[in-house]
């Protein structure tokens, strides 16, 4: 691969970019994740109308994570009553997303009596914290505004997009956070917030060949600096042994029935791969097991 194809590749890899103004009144972030929410998709085959308001749900974790630091993480999770039972995203701030959704294929609308509830788990914080708002549109991006508005106390604009192909495929996802920093005056947010709602759909501008940082530089009416540019990927930290492990809890007996009954197959609700547990697996699950008895 030649450079300029490397370069290439760098450029359509899923990336957050999390920028501050030249004023330092607001800071955004902006995040493009066609890839992880097309594998995201693809993984668990999930229908157009899942994967619309999965790919969101990602990127509200994605775009979350980005102000974090280290290995703190965000969960995102809406709980419904409606065709679409619950979705779930986690993201990491080094760049990592996984996520899944529970539905049914139903002329039912996607949302009924649906909350949507963020978590930030923190390193100087034992607790997650937590924040629920109700769901009122398929839409999300003006709950999740309401969410950051709220639990942050800081005034927010988010901008959630995706779209797809002739074959319900994504096409493009992505999103966009702005927050007023303190000391940003109302009239500036206001007239900020009437810039964002006209700014061209943002799938649009990812289908033109733009990057994220040339998206926002298009958009965003000031001047703004990059403090960070990060890599997103939709990957799953699970592993046989993780799954192994799980089952050493449950116990020698109920280990022997699923070898009876022929029950080996595992599957990650994450990210979908399945798992083969072979006999020897079953009998040095309840090898360890005895020995640990005695
Ligand atoms: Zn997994």
Redo the contacts with the bound molecule.
Sequence with gaps: MNTKDKIEQINLCDRAIRVLSADGLFRAVILKNTQSAKDAQTKHGYPQFVAESQSKILSTASLIAAFLKGEERVVVDIQSDGRISKLFAEAMQIGEVRGFANYEVTEAPNFANASLRISRILYNQSEPITGIVELKSDLIQDDVEEYLTMSEQIPSFTILDVSFDENGIVKQSGGIIVQAMPGAGAEAIKALGETLSKSERLCHLYDQGLRPDQVLKQILPFEFSVIKSSRVDFF?R?SKEQFTAKLLTLGADEIKAMKAEGHNELV?Q??N?HYTISDEDFDSMINEISIKMN
Excluded: E
């Design positions: 799953c699970c990650c994450y990210c791969k």
